[in-house]
């Protein structure tokens, strides 16, 4: 019969490198709290009514 086949032909070399993924995409800034809203001042409380004058005595009764 014929004599020895030939060696197969080795394959072509690496394949290309895989590319690179892209970066994983920056989340966003936390948004920033909003200042505490200042409470309302106290309400003034109303002045002290002033009290009635006192009524004069009678006078001295005459002897």
Do not use: M, N
Request: glycine letters at 28%; a negative charge.
């Amino acid at each position: 019969g014929p004599g020895p086949r030939p060696e197969a032909a080795p394959g072509p070399g690496p394949g290309p490198e895989a590319a690179p993924g892209p970066g994983a995409a920056p989340g966003p800034g936390a948004a920033p709290d909003p200042g505490a809203a200042p409470g309302p001042g106290a309400a003034p409380g109303p002045g002290a009514a002033p009290g009635p004058e006192a009524a004069p005595g009678p006078g001295a009764a005459p002897g």
